[in-house]
């Protein structure tokens, strides 16, 4: 997609966006008693979504989750993420600058 090209531009319907944020909704309820491998598990299946839709921003920040997840030994706190998340399957842009901008900050979150 180019720059300012939104999913609704290509015929994306917001089916997808509500299954990903149904997704991550149960994502952040399971997470306090989930083991990581399984909140592992649901963050691979909405990359894999995100990415057949062209959800770049979503994929960017599903990246910086998985290493959350494995730096947290077994108590990852993600509903941080998971919100991250959600705002980036909500954004209306889709481009590189995008999901650069969402890489700028969860760089920083997970440096911090």
Request: glycine share 10%.
């Amino acid at each position: 997609m180019g720059t300012g090209d939104s999913p609704r531009e290509k015929g994306m319907d917001g089916a997808i966006r509500d299954q990903l944020w149904a997704r991550i909704a149960a994502l952040d309820v399971r997470a306090p008693y989930a083991p990581v491998a399984d909140l592992a598990g649901g963050v691979e299946a909405i990359r894999r979504i995100a990415h057949a839709h062209g959800l770049a921003p979503a994929v960017t920040v599903t990246h910086f989750i998985d290493r959350a997840l494995s730096r947290s030994g077994g108590t990852a706190t993600v509903h941080g993420w998971l919100t991250m998340l959600t705002d980036a399957v909500a954004s209306e842009r889709q481009d590189f600058e995008t999901a650069n901008h969402f890489a700028t900050v969860c760089s920083a979150r997970l440096a911090g």
